[in-house]
């Protein structure tokens, strides 16, 4: 999961007004430095006077239109192969436009959260920046960033200016962008346009149209049922007032006033709630103080002794008191929960453990795995996972507080940053997200394939998609576990399912400490092997790593094939044994595996495991991964089983 980046200071939510003009404009997409899809009708948009006569000249082009009585206007000019720079004039009946420097190569959309929005060298920097930096000279590629807005209703312009990439610029690409575009450029030496429309933290469902929203089952506007908004401004201000009140509150938490971490204070009239997990699946989106308790029983022989307790992972600052004694606390979020207890603090028979739990936006709670929960004394762990009782204190949701960000309501970055340029021709879009919808891994099943479909509908074509998978993330796992990110990337998978689709694995160069892991460089390559074999006749190009093709049972042993093993199966490992996999029973309990390779398959067993019935490989957050194709992609996750995950509801 992602925190959102901090929000622009305002954002207009209404439409383009184009009724009125003085002059021919052109939407801000169209400038100097651009580049244009070759081999693809050209649409050129604007706006001028009602009725105004447009003339579009280029290279040996010319276009006549006229706007219609809103001052919109639309020329096509034919296709054009690859080549320039160039000029164009757009001559209107008071005012002409010359842009200069005009390429005409391949444009490729690139989207998604922080892992797509992460620059070259910004709020995060990839690996050896200085160096790549001082490299970046290649004048065919063209980035536009697009400027980060929201709206309620489908725009039809948006902001941003494209650069020519130098040492000057190249800092302010997105870089996985960059160097997806770096390598096509290289293979091709054809010019080559990356349009950046990315923002951190968000969840797919505000890439996607109203339209194609809307058509999904209800379940998945059930989240957005208590955001109803007739007049924007009005709410706006309103809702300013609202936020003034709820930041007042949280500094006033009546919890603290009352002692609601007193053993003695009555906690009959809470609410019950299962962890761990995301506070959003049980009572929506919520943010600000929430209040929890636990009651445990302990051993005679545990009174006074020093413990420790481990709440997992929470979301995001926490007090933790038990039997009234705070014994620590931690501001941030995505971080394990592990404090002393010192001596004289439990007690035999029953204890109370009250968590305080704050939660600033996006998601919530104590959400990381059941087994990290508990509490250790005497070298004896008592679970903490399970039923919680639970209080709000202070919500926005009290105070009819709404953080204005993209989350807040489906479709809102698409109105605002995708819509205004489904008129553009563009080779494809390459696709950067999933942390954010990682929690409900079995919606995004539906919603991605949806969003992909949505685009293409739009567009009018059926263009290439590509995507990156998750990266590995967090700790190690000490034992096989169910994990939200596996299923999440799971979903990814099995979106290859639609045509002109690819993927490009990534679990080998992730960060356990950083949810925006440096190595950029191999997911923009990645990215671009799927494009040059898919996309550009490049046939002897391996694009992909080994990917599960089946598994046979052979007594004890499990044994998988693959596909897309290249010049073959290599381990990346002195001792040549293959890490990550994991084996279970008809029971479902995993264990991990020892396997090696057999030619082209791999061979997977435990002693633990007599009759095997099922296999995972790197089914994790942070999966062991050390099985390749000689080419150096790494395998792709899997499980050949169906049971029941953590993201899946009934």
């Known amino acids: 999961m992602t925190k959102r980046t901090l929000l622009l200071p305002f954002f207009c939510l209404l439409c383009f007004a184009s009724a009125l003009h003085a002059e021919v404009k052109l939407a801000n997409i169209f400038s100097n430095n651009m580049v244009l899809q070759r081999d693809k009708p050209i649409k050129i948009w604007g706006w001028a006077d009602k009725n105004e006569a447009i003339e579009v000249h280029f290279l040996n082009q010319t276009k006549k239109v006229k706007a219609d009585k809103t001052g919109a206007w639309v020329a096509t000019l034919n296709p054009v192969s690859y080549g320039g720079p160039y000029t164009m004039e757009i001559k209107g009946k008071k005012n002409s436009i010359t842009l200069n420097d005009i390429l005409i190569g391949e444009v490729w959309l690139c989207s998604g959260q922080s892992n797509m929005e992460m620059a070259v060298h910004g709020w995060g920097s990839v690996y050896n920046y200085e160096q790549e930096i001082k490299d970046a000279n290649y004048p065919q590629i063209r980035a536009f960033n697009v400027v980060k807005d929201i709206s309620m209703k489908p725009k039809d312009n948006l902001s941003g200016t494209w650069q ?60 957005y049922k208590d955001f109803k908004v007739d007049n924007f401004d009005e709410f706006a201000k309103t809702n300013e007032e609202h936020k003034a009140k709820y930041l007042n509150a949280l500094n006033n938490d009546p919890g603290i006033s009352e002692k609601w971490y007193e053993p003695s204070f009555n906690t009959s009239s809470w609410n019950k709630m299962q962890l761990p997990q995301m506070w959003e699946n049980v009572i929506g989106n919520v943010d600000g103080i929430i209040w929890f308790k636990y009651n445990i029983s302990l051993p005679k022989e545990s009174e006074g002794k020093a413990a420790t307790i481990d709440l997992s992972v929470i979301d995001d600052n926490d007090i933790v008191w038990i039997n009234g004694i705070k014994i620590g ?63 709000e204190a202070v919500t926005n949701k009290m105070y009819k507080f709404i953080d204005i960000s993209p989350n807040m309501y489906y479709s809102l970055l698409y109105n605002g940053m995708i819509n205004p340029i489904t008129g553009l021709a563009i080779k494809g879009a ?53 994990s939200e990110w596996a299923e999440l990337r799971e979903a990814q998978t099995m979106t290859l399912s639609l045509p002109q689709t690819g993927e490009a694995v990534i679990t080998d160069i992730g960060d356990a400490d950083d949810i925006h892991p440096r190595n950029k460089q191999d997911v923009g390559l990645r990215l671009a092997l799927i494009a040059l074999n898919k996309d550009y006749g490049k046939k002897d190009i391996v694009y992909s790593g080994p990917t599960f093709k089946e598994m046979n049972i052979e007594g004890n042993k499990a044994v998988i094939s693959y596909n897309n093993t290249g010049k073959g199966l290599c381990v990346k490992n002195k001792y040549g044994y293959v890490e990550g996999f994991a084996i279970a029973g008809a029971d479902q309990k995993f264990e991990w595996a020892k396997a090696y390779i057999d030619g082209d398959k791999v061979v997977v067993y435990s002693e633990k495991i007599a009759n095997p019935a099922a296999v995972r490989y790197s089914w994790a957050n942070n999966p062991d991964v050390n099985l390749f194709n000689q080419e150096g992609l790494p395998a792709a996750p899997f499980r050949t089983d169906n049971w029941k995950g953590i993201t899946q509801h009934d």
């Open 329 to 391: 606390e931690t501001e941030g979020y995505a971080v394990k929960r592990s404090y002393k207890i010192p001596e004289n603090v439990l007690k035999s028979g029953n204890n109370t453990i009250v968590v305080k739990i704050t939660d600033n936006g996006g998601g919530g709670g104590i959400y990381g795995k059941a087994e990290q929960m508990y509490l250790q004394v005497q070298g004896k762990q008592y679970p903490l996972a399970g039923e919680w009782q639970y209080k």
């Open 164 to 223: 020519v990439c130098s040492p000057q610029t190249v800092s302010e690409f997105s870089a996985v962008a960059y160097f997806f575009a770096r390598k096509l450029n290289k293979e091709l030496n054809i010019p080559v346009g990356i349009i950046n429309s990315s923002w951190g933290g968000t969840d797919i469902e505000t890439w996607t149209s109203s339209d194609a929203f809307n058509s999904l089952p209800e379940k998945f506007r059930e989240r």
């Open 430 to 482: 390459i696709w950067y997200q999933g942390e954010n919808n990682a929690s409900q891994a079995y919606n995004y099943r539906t919603l991605f394939p949806t969003m992909i479909n949505n685009w293409r509908t739009k567009w009018g074509y059926e263009f290439p998609f590509y995507w990156v998978q998750l990266a590995s993330y967090t700790a190690k796992d000490d034992k096989p576990v169910n």
